[in-house]
Structures are given as structure tokens and as C-alpha cells.
């Protein structure tokens, strides 16, 4: 079966095309490199032992998309490309509107015409909204509160799957809604690097401990969660990588969702505590106020992936913080 994944150099792309080629799946990447770098496959081909077709290609250039499309057939896609930066899309609404659906609409638009009817999307717990504290299923309400621009696009984007799936009967597409996933691969050799500056924990985490940041800002503790630190559902990229395994393995007819999470919530404290664990080293952190927009605790419920993809995460938290030590570790070697 041959899977094209767009934004697959990115952080999940490449830990899922590993987890892809290991299980025998042959893979092909289209990426612009706007977030991610070309070594990138260096990693997934000392991994795998396989270095995937890349494609060095803007999903906006619809012409070039089609290019790629012209040069294989395809099974199926695994949708990873897009912006993710939710403070940036507050700032640039307009890029992120433009990037995220207009990269979708000319995708779906190519596989029409390539025959290629198959979807995996990479959507956000984000399209939950300011639904706080209640474990989210997948029939939790959608498209209320969402804070930002960014968000908005992963919930237009569901919308154009659903719509697109009740045009044309052939087109089946899995929705997948990811919690906040961490970690990298086992042997270091990937992991999150982004170009731009993050304003997730984990990879600011990752640079405070290398002095690139000097101080984590922890925003607010006084929320109403044990500690008084916001709480999150931090899924092991790998786990997030092999559920896209289960799901491609169960596409069926029109439109599935499901959360990929763990279904446990853990605090920014927690997370800190974690790390100085796993590296013996102390983190520079400081109390700062809340940041607008955030939730005090966000969590999934994943028992539909449990029960219907058989899929469950097998990692932690601890196993999340060695992997990324381990990767900091290969990164300044380089
Ligand atoms: P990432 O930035 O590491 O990967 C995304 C990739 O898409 C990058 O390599 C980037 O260069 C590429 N890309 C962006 N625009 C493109 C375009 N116009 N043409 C071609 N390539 C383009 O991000 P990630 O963390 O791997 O996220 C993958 C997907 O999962 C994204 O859609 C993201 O919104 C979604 N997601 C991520 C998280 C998270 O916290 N990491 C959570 C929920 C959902
Ligand atoms: C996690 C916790 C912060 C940074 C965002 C997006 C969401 C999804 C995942 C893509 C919160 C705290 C953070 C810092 C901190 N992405 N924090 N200091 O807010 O759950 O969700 O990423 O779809 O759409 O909104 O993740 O990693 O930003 O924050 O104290 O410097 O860490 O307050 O409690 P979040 P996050």
C-alpha cells in the first residue's frame, strides 16, 4: 500500500512514516520545508533503513501537487501539512486561513482527479473549544470558544472532510484529533525540531535545558487543578504515530473520528518534575501569569480508538522525557 504524507517531514509526519515503513507500508513525502529540515529523512532512512521519495513541494502550488500526483498512485494520504503556531495565527490570520484550507481544498481537488479516496487528517483537540475539565469524547460539542485562528481552520477543515465525504460516496477520510503530543523516537534520530519559535511547553522545555531560552514562564498556578498548574494530555509522538497505523488499517466508508490521547492529564508542574528526573539537571522556571485563552485542565477520553482501531497508548510521560533527552543529546552532537 503506498500512503503520500504531506507534511511529513514535520514532527508527526516523521515519526508516522517510521512507524509506516516498519510495518511494511511503502511511503512518499511532499513537504515545503517551511517548518521542518531536509535531513529530516537522514533520520527516517537510519531508522527504517528506507529513505521515502521526497517532494519538495508547496500543497499550495496546485500544478506541482499534481505533478506528484501524476507520478505515482496513491492508496492513501496522511494530511500533516499545515501551520501550527497558535499565537502566530492570532497575529497572521489571514496565512493561516490561506496555508491550512487552501492547501486542503487543493489536496481533496488532486485526489479527486487522481482517484485516490482515502484521507487520514491531522485535526487538534483544539476544535473542542473552552470545554474545560470533562474528559472529551468524540461526541463532545465542536466549533464553540476556540480561541484563535489556528484552531478555527482544523474545524472549518473537519467540515470540508464531512462535506466532501457526503458529495462523493467513494471518499473516506479518518479524522484524527490529537492531545498535546511530546517525546521523539527511541533512538533519538528524530524528533521536534521546529524552524520557527515554539509556544508549546515541550519544546520550550527543550530550550531552557539548552540555554537557547534562559527561564520557562509557567502561566499560572492558580488554577483549580491539584498543583494549581494547567493540566494536559501528553501523548508519546510514537503512540500518536502507530494510532495513525491502526487508523490507516480501519478506513472505512465516510467520515471517522476519533481522540488520540491518553486519557490522563498532567500539569505543567509535573512536566517540569519529569524533566529534572529524566536529565538530573534543575530547570530554570518562573510563576507568570495565565495566558490568555488557556484551560485549566483538557483531556481526552480514547475509548472509541480503544475499542474500534484497538489502539492504546503504551508510553509515558518518563519515557517521553528519556527520548527527548536523547534526542537534545544526538542534536548537539550534529
Ligand atoms: P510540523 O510543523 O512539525 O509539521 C508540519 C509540516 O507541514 C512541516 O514540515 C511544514 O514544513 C509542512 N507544511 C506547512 N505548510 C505547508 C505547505 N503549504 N506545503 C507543504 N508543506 C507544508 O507540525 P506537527 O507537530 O508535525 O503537526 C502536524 C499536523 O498535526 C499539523 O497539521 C498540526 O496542526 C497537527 N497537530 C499538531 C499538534 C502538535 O501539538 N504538534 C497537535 C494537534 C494537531
Ligand atoms: C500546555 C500547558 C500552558 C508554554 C496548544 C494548542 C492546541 C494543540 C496543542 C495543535 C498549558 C502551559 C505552555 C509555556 C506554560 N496544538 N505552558 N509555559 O495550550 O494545550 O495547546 O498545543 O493543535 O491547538 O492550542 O499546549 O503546549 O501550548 O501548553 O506554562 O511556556 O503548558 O499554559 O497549561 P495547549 P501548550
Redesign the pocket.
Known sequence: MKILL??G?????SHTAVELINRGYDVEI???????KITVLDGIEEITGVRPKFYH????DKNKLDEVFANSHYDAVMH?????AVGESVEKPLLYYY?NIG?TINLLEVMKKHKVNKMIF???ATVYGDQDGVKLTEDSQTGVGITNPYGQT?YMIEQILKDTATANPDFEVTILR?F??VGAHASGLIGED?NDIPN?LMPIIMKVSTGEIPTLSVYGNDYNTPDGTGMRDYIHVVDLACGHVMAIEKMGPGVQIYNLGTGEATSVMEMIRAFEKASGKSLPYKITARRPGDLAKVFADPTKAEMELKWKTKLTIADAMRDTINYLKHYEKK
Open positions: 504531506t507534511g517531514t514535520g514532527y508527526i509526519g511532499v513537504d515545503n520545508l517551511f517548518n521542518s513541494v508547496d500543497l499550495l500533516f501539512a499545515g501551520l501550527k496555508n492547501t491531522s485535526s487538534s482544523k490529537y498535546n503530543p521546529p508549546n
